[in-house]
């Protein structure tokens, strides 16, 4: 499997600028370069050279981390060898993929990380950022598509990092269409942990949280079905959670936006209706997408705002519930004890969110899984927008690592990916990804 990619002669990428758009990815622009054909990174803030083309660089050992450059070591090829014999398949999507799944399901984080580029029909591309999409999308192609299968991999993402270099290798499986969801989630973990014990990582320190407790949550509070929304979208960003939280929780807006007027008028108006109002002003402007967004996308957003600036105020109560949920850590055991606790008292029914974590609790120590030593939170998220279900990482619990900080492994459920990628029906799946260099670094050498 190599690791190097060779993109077609009319797809090669040139050169990367920052996107000018919301998306905010980095976009291949410029004339054409000779020589190496592959990837570019964004030119260095504050060098502009006026009259002139902007000064790019190539990617070289710097920007590539050794796994990329050099191939993954025999431990990787032997960990995903070890995946393939438990049943998982070996797979290998294209580096080069269609880039508006990225960008609309990825998160904020990843989209403003990406590679981005165009073919000659101005369809947009990227270079995959990570394989959980390329993978499902695959699934999806194949003829096992809604039946349950299993794909493992070991190959090269691309996306920008501060203090980490732009190409660098991940090895990884995705479990598609198990019903039995508490087991395939420990058997993620377990499969995880493997990846450490390989390159010789001692009992890494587990993170755990579950999504899917703070959707159950938040779904059975009083809130307008837009805030709802708003908030569960906002999990995995805590600042941006924390500003809708002051937001809801304030008597009166601080300042007016100037199309508050528009708003107001669309505020428990018919939803169809004015979807097409909202469309055919924009039409009537001459406006076919801002930002990257569509008309369709724009009215939406509307919407959705003309909802969230009705009267619809937090009480500082409710308020204070959601911390109280938010602030509930420990092992998996006293996390579920906490949460039935605050269940009871506010009378909000969590039962089947409560049971789920019981169970998976209950197979990751049947599995000789320590459960004592998982550190368990319910405000845990990984920044990824597709995420429905149980999120976790593995970190290095030494403090002498350069990658100390980073997770090794990191994965969890995501059953709303597959309709949104084009299932007729959901499909539950779940997956996880190491990254090779992490762990070759925190493992030592071969």
Same mark, same amino acid.
Request: charged share 25%; hydrophobic share 40%.
């Given at each position: ?253 601080? !300042?007016?936006?100037? @199309?508050? $007027? %528009?708003?107001?008028? =669309?505020? *428990?108006?018919?939803?169809?209706? &004015? +979807? ?106 990984? !920044?990824?927008?597709? @995420?429905? $279900? %149980?999120?976790?990482? =593995?970190? *290095?619990?030494?403090?002498?690592? &350069? +990658? ?43």
């Amino acid at each position: 499997m190599g690791v190097t990619p060779c993109l077609p002669e009319r797809l090669r990428i040139n050169g990367l600028r920052q996107s000018s758009s919301n998306r905010r990815g980095c976009r291949a622009k410029g004339p054409p370069q000779q020589g190496n054909p592959l990837l570019f990174l964004p030119r260095e803030r504050g060098r502009k050279r006026r009259g002139k083309p902007d000064a790019y660089r190539p990617l070289s050992m710097k920007t590539m981390s050794s796994e990329s450059a050099n191939g993954p070591d025999s431990r990787a090829q032997s960990l995903v060898a070890s995946y393939a014999r438990a049943g998982y398949a070996l797979i290998d999507p294209p580096v080069l993929q269609p880039a508006e799944p990225f960008l609309d399901l990825s998160g904020e984080d990843i989209r403003r990380r990406m590679f981005l580029t165009s073919d000659p029909d101005g369809r947009e591309l990227c270079l995959r950022p990570d394989l959980t999409i390329p993978v499902s999308r695959e699934y999806l192609a194949s003829p096992s598509a809604g039946k349950p299968a299993g794909f493992c991999y070991l190959g090269t993402v691309f996306r920008h990092r501060e203090n980490g270099a732009a190409e660098f290798v991940q090895a990884g499986i995705e479990s598609f269409g198990r019903q039995d969801k508490a087991a395939a989630d420990a058997e993620m973990l377990a499969l995880g942990l493997e990846a450490t014990t390989q390159y010789g990582v001692a009992a890494p320190e587990i993170r755990m949280g579950d999504v899917g407790l703070f959707t159950a949550f938040v779904a059975a509070l009083d809130l307008a079905p837009a805030w709802k929304r708003r908030l569960i979208k906002d999990f995995n960003r805590k600042s941006s959670l924390t500003h809708d939280l002051d937001q809801l929780t304030l008597a009166t807006a601080n !300042g007016r936006p100037e @199309y508050q $007027g %528009v708003l107001a008028a =669309l505020a *428990n108006s018919d939803p169809k209706g &004015a +979807h097409q109002l909202v469309t055919d002003l924009l039409s009537i402007a001459g406006i076919a997408a801002v930002g990257g967004r569509s008309v369709a996308e724009i009215a939406d957003r509307f919407l959705e705002q003309a909802a969230m600036n009705a009267p619809t105020r937090l009480p500082r109560e409710t308020r204070s519930l959601i911390e109280r949920f938010l602030s509930v850590r420990g092992d998996p055991d006293e996390a579920a004890g906490e949460i039935r606790a605050l269940s009871s008292d506010a009378k909000i029914p969590l039962d089947d969110a409560i049971a789920l974590l019981e169970t998976r609790t209950g197979f990751l120590a049947a599995r000789g899984i320590d459960v004592r030593a998982i550190r368990f939170s319910t405000s845990f998220g990984r !920044g990824f927008d597709y @995420y429905t $279900g %149980v999120v976790f990482e =593995l970190h *290095n619990a030494s403090n002498s690592s &350069a +990658h100390a900080n980073g997770a090794l492994v990191a994965g969890g459920r995501y059953d709303g990916l597959l309709t949104r990628l084009g299932a007729p029906s959901p499909i539950p799946a779940v997956g996880f990804a190491g990254s090779i260099d992490a762990l070759a670094a925190c493992g030592g050498g071969s």
